[in-house]
């Protein structure tokens, strides 16, 4: 994982450094800890605070006030100066660390010992008596992947985040982290799921023909099953002749989709997965700032005071000077921090607060009598603010140094009235992991999920308006602001950031470790937030939490009126597969209720005697029409057709494959529609007949045009970070079961029947759509089985590969300048493949 060592910097430092005049002196050092005395010979009578800094990361602050009988042998002018600092138990590792002692504000200090030596920093190392166990199962993908397990056998744990050290020849190659996961290790071995690694060999090791890896655990260096792994690589006449089949396959079409992507895997090349965050960011991150300078220009003229608020209650002293460092860190410096102390009366920290105040003018301190809870003591500050913009800062999270400048820079650039950036974890080392890349603004999606959370900056002037913090919803106060703030704000006036600017902390028993689990009450104030949000707006609805997450279900309630009077015509192509179109029109009049509807079947050339009953036979039955469309398989012009002859006001393209089985499916579909007028399409989650996901939603971009996001994660999983369970705007749906608003079908003039027959005629459909003015959703709540392309096939078998190619050019010349910028697909997501897997790295510019 990459680690983000944070110091604080500027004159009133260098200034306290100078008015003290403090000695440590280190006697004492065993397998629990260190210890010894330290004494400030400017000011005998205080007692001396220190920071304790691990590895360059804060961790922890220790009080000099152990008596010390030894003080009066050395003529000493106090006796309450000892130390003893106990060495938490993650360092207990069997790694090197590295340790020194640093003032309050910073200035680092030199350690004394018995030898008389000086030194700066103390390095030590210690063991855990546990074992590893774990296997390489093999490559996958051109990837090398297996699972690692740390066995206690004192505490009964077998657990994952397993370091693991890949070498070959003897030399060290990389280093993975076995924290992925692995549902099939945890049901067969019984123990933590989070478990798996995955290594990208490196590009610099094509030139030779075999290479051997060996993969061991970590600190123990003990060798996983399965190593060594030989890998074998084509010589360079053979990549010279690979490479040139691609650029042929490419151009003749044929076999190009298959060829082309198992060749691409012949050529390794560096890859970052979401598991490879920690090195991914180590690269990444420190080009932000050149990024944002290149993307949004200068800063704002005149240089805004930003006023960063901070409620404070009880964090680890070391959690705490990290945040205050990262604070004082930044490259942008007209800023004011406001601390207030939430009655938290940890004498020790209230201390350390008042210290790092009388260090630096713009820190300013507020100590509450008792404790307020989180909304009334950020309301403290807030009454306190004198800044242009206001930044929202947690007690023991982290900044990156150009966070604030960033978010001001894009602020001049987009003249935008609230921003958010993207997040990641830290842990206790500094380690940074599970991050989260968030959508552009996504209405929707924030009445389920607050995916806006850190970091937040909001002008002075729009907060005001909006209102305090609600102490009736903390836990979702953050969640009930930004809400409001979308009540008073236009869309085009909230900016992402598309840039990882925080850190937040990951400890035992916080919600960023261990989600709602930590905090139970956030769901349920959470949904009192959104339901309160959609009564303001007149909108209503039931909201519940999704499975006890921080998650909500949106069930709308437009009125009867509205309800009644929306129908719905829903379109259904066929071409024999008899068996399998009756059950599909079969379950839609057995499972759909509250909607009213029409089927009109679009048989599509069939030749059987069992098509010719089943059109008679369905063409007898109330409220459904057959349409006999004698002409080679066209999907958009086959649809076209069903659009101009149905009757009713919204339109459901269905394909006979689909098998739906929830009462409300339709219903769910069409209120989306009901509830917001911008709302042209609707998608449903489709599933495979073994429950995984076949479609929650599609992404642009990715692997040239578009691809289907979440395909084959369990039906029920939430997906990355709660994306395919939670209702939100997309940039396209399939057409496989697509609700659209019939108006808005024929103003872009319905599919593409000419240049798009039969792939992507749903991405062009929902792009001419958003490109003018509406919206598409993607709907959890909607459910359906997919047999996926049962009834005419597979598109990449042999004699549809160029057809499928061909197309594939069309959307990529038609919308150069669209597909590779979905606004709701990060942009550090990669482009080549692996949806909500696998990120790339943008240079300046």
Known sequence: MAKRPVSAKGKPQQEAAGQSKILVFVDRIDEAGVGGWALDFARPEERVRLRVLIDDVNADAVKCDMQRDD??????????????????????????????????????????????????????????????EGVVDGMIDGLIQGWALNVDERAGTRLGGLRILVTTGGQPVAEVLADQYRADVAESVGCDSGCGFTFSPPPELRSRRRTEFRFYAMPGREELRGSPFEVSYPQDSERERIAGLVKRADELFTFAYHLRKELKAALPGERYLLSDYGRWAARALPMALPRAAARYGALPQGRPLVSIICPVYRPRVGDFLTAIDSVRGQSYENWELLLVDDGGKDAELTEVMRRLSAADARIKLKVLARNAGIAAASNVALGQARGEFVAFFDHDDVLEPGALEIMLRAQAASGAKLLYSDEDKIDQSGGLSEPHFKPDFNYRFLLEVNYICHFVMVEADALRQAGVLDGRFDGAQDHDLLLRLTEILRPEEICHVAEVLYHWRKTAGSTAAAGTAAKPGAALAGSGAVAAHLKRRGLAAEVTARAGLTCYQVRWKPPAARRKAARVSILIPYRDQIAMTLECVTAIRKHTTDVEYEIILLDNWSGSPEAEAFSAAQANLPGTRVIRIAEPFNYSRINNIGARAAR????????????????????????????????????????????????????????????????????????????????????????????????????????????????????????????????????????????????????????????????????????ADVLPYDPFYNQHFSREGGVYRELRLLAPG
């Open 71 to 132: 003080a009066v042998l050395l003529k000493l002018p106090a006796s309450r100066i000892g130390f003893y600092y106990n060495i938490p138990p993650r360092y207990h590792d069997g790694l090197r660390h590295v340790l020194k002692f640093a003032t309050i504000d910073g200035a680092g200090l030199t350690m004394s010992s018995r030898n008389g030596a000086q030194m700066a920093a103390l390095n030590f190392c210690l063991a855990k008596p546990v074992r590893a």
């Open 648 to 815: 009713h006001e919204f339109l459901l393209l269905l394909n006979n494959d689909v098998i739906v089985g929830e009462p409300l499916w339709l219903r769910t579909m069409l209120d989306e529609c009901l509830v917001n007028e911008r709302v042209a399409a609707v998608g449903a989650k489709l599933l495979y007949p073994a429950g995984t996901v076949q479609h929650a939603g599609v992404v642009l971009g990715v692997g040239g045009v578009a691809d289907h996001a979440f395909r084959g994660i369990a039906g029920r999983a939430p997906g990355y970070v709660m994306r395919a369970m939670a209702a939100q705007e997309i940039s396209a749906v399939t057409a496989a079961c697509m609700l659209v608003r019939r108006a808005a079908f024929e103003a872009v003039g319905g599919l593409d029947e000419v240049e798009l027959t039969v792939a992507f005629n749903d991405v062009d459909l929902c792009v001419k759509l958003t490109q003018a003015g509406w919206q598409i959703v993607y709907t959890p709540d909607a459910v359906a089985e997919h047999r996926e392309s049962m009834s005419r096939g597979d598109d990449f078998d042999e004699g549809k590969i160029a057809r499928f190619m061909l197309e594939n050019e069309v959307m990529r010349e038609r919308y």
